[in-house]
T-cell receptor, first 112, second 115 residues
Framework: GESVGLHLPTLSVQEGDNSIINCAYS??????FIWYKQESGKGPQFIIDIRSNMDKRQGQRVTVLLNKTVKHLSLQIAATQPGDSAVYFC???????????FGRGTSLIVHP | DAGITQSPRHKVTETGTPVTLRCHQT?????MYWYRQDPGHGLRLIHY???????DKGEVSDGYSVSRSKTEDFLLTLESATSSQTSVYFCAISEEGFSYNSPLHFGNGTRLTVT
């Protein structure tokens, strides 16, 4: 996987592989995080979320890991499928605010 | 899909003309947001609303105004469009502000081109 920073990195994987997409966040006070998936021509779609009192949360084929020590969030997609091809980005928010901060995204390309 | 409809989906307009984008929701959510998405910048908040007639500015509000006269509708107006406002505009809603159990849900966007 590659970190999301100022660029839009690309991760290319083969169908069936596991994918890991990373997100570095800057606000140590952030206490809620979401991963979104955005397919071409569509709006971002909620995938999975995690609160800061958790280290790991699992969904269907997806797992989010949170490392507060290094302010790092990752999204793991198991058995990646061509339909998983999209831009993935994280969002974070700190308590008391209703305005999330969005990462810039990673483009995931799944080759059949 | 969250019940969010953005209109129009595509628009081409000339510099200096006024443009209004509409976001309509059927979820009766209190919070509505307007974002723009540009390559290299990600999603940037323009304005948001926390109730009928209650709005506030985001980080890139210059050149934009909003109105919310009904819970279900949130309008974004470019009073005099400029080429720098060429972008994809997304509306988002949340039940009680972005928080645990109240994430943002997005519409499918309006692609605006200012020539």
């Amino acid at each position: 996987g590659e970190s999301v920073g100022l660029h839009l990195p690309t991760l290319s994987v083969q169908e069936g592989d596991n994918s890991i997409i990373n997100c570095a966040y800057s606000n140590s006070a952030s206490d809620y995080f979401i991963w979104y998936k955005q397919e071409s021509g569509k709006g971002p779609q909620f995938i999975i979320d995690i609160r800061s009192n958790m280290d790991k949360r699992q969904g269907q084929r997806v797992t989010v890991l949170l490392n507060k020590t290094v302010k790092h969030l990752s999204l793991q997609i198991a058995a990646t499928q061509p339909g998983d091809s999209a831009v993935y980005f994280c969002a974070e928010i700190s308590g008391g605010s209703y305005i999330p901060t969005f990462g810039r995204g990673t483009s995931l390309i799944v080759h059949p | 899909d969250a019940g969010i409809t953005q209109s129009p989906r595509h628009k081409v307009t000339e510099t200096g003309t006024p443009v209004t984008l509409r976001c309509h929701q059927t979820e009766n959510h209190r919070y509505m947001y307007w974002y723009r998405q540009d390559p290299g910048h990600g999603l940037r908040l323009i304005h948001y609303s926390y109730g009928v007639k209650d709005t506030d500015k985001g980080e890139v509000s210059d050149g934009y105004s909003v109105s919310r006269s009904k819970t279900e509708d949130f309008l974004l107006t470019l009073e005099s469009a400029t080429s720098s406002q060429t972008s994809v505009y997304f509306c988002a809603i949340s039940e009680e502000g972005f928080s645990y159990n109240s994430p943002l849900h997005f519409g499918n966007g309006t692609r605006l081109t200012v020539t």
